[in-house]
C-alpha cells in the first residue's frame, strides 16, 4: 500500500515581513555598520600614532647613544642643545639633549636626558642615564 505524505500549510494572516520591520532591520544594521567604522577609524589613529612614538624613542635611542660613545669627554654636549627631527618621513619634532652635574654627591657624573616630541606641540619621549666624567 503506497504511502501518502500530505503537507499541510498553515496559514496565518502574515505572509512575509512587513515595510517595518524591514526598515528597523535596516536601521540596526546601519547603526552597527557606523559604530564599526568608528571602531576602525580610532584603530587606525592609534596605530599611526603608536608607529610616530616608536619612531621618537628610536631616535632618542640613536641620540642618547651618539652622545654617550662619539663624546667620551662629554665637552661637546654642554648644558641643552635642540634640534628638529623627521619622523616616520614628517620633519619638525623637536629633539632636546640635555647634560646636567647631579651635585657634590655625584660630582663624577654627568645626567644626560635626550626629549624627543612625537606629536606636535604634545606627547613627548625621554630617556635619561648617568655617564661618567
Same mark, same amino acid.
Not at 68 to 76: D, E, G, H, K, V
Given at each position: 500500500m503506497p504511502r501518502v505524505i500530505l503537507f499541510l500549510r498553515v496559514h496565518s494572516s502574515r505572509d512575509g515581513l512587513s515595510l517595518v520591520e524591514i526598515l528597523v532591520a535596516m536601521l540596526v544594521l546601519a547603526v552597527l555598520a557606523i559604530a564599526g567604522g568608528a571602531f576602525v577609524s580610532r584603530g587606525q589613529i592609534d596605530v599611526g600614532?603608536?608607529?610616530?612614538? %616608536?619612531?621618537?624613542?628610536?631616535?632618542?635611542?640613536?641620540?642618547?647613544?651618539?652622545? *654617550? !660613545?662619539?663624546?667620551? $669627554? /662629554?665637552? @661637546?654636549?654642554?648644558?641643552?642643545? @635642540?634640534?628638529?627631527?623627521?619622523?616616520?618621513? *614628517? $620633519?619638525?619634532?623637536? /629633539?632636546?639633549?640635555? %647634560?646636567? $652635574?647631579?651635585?657634590? @654627591? !655625584?660630582?663624577?657624573?654627568y645626567k644626560i636626558t635626550v626629549g624627543v616630541e612625537y606629536v606636535k606641540g604634545g606627547s613627548s619621549v625621554q630617556l635619561e642615564t648617568l655617564r661618567y666624567k
Open positions: 600614532t603608536q608607529l610616530t612614538k %616608536r619612531a621618537a624613542i628610536e631616535a632618542a635611542n640613536n641620540r642618547l647613544e651618539e652622545v *654617550i !660613545w662619539a663624546n667620551p $669627554s /662629554m665637552a @661637546s654636549v654642554a648644558g641643552t642643545t @635642540s634640534t628638529n627631527v623627521a619622523l616616520n618621513g *614628517i $620633519s619638525g619634532f623637536a /629633539m632636546t639633549t640635555t %647634560r646636567a $652635574s647631579l651635585g657634590a @654627591s !655625584w660630582n663624577d657624573c
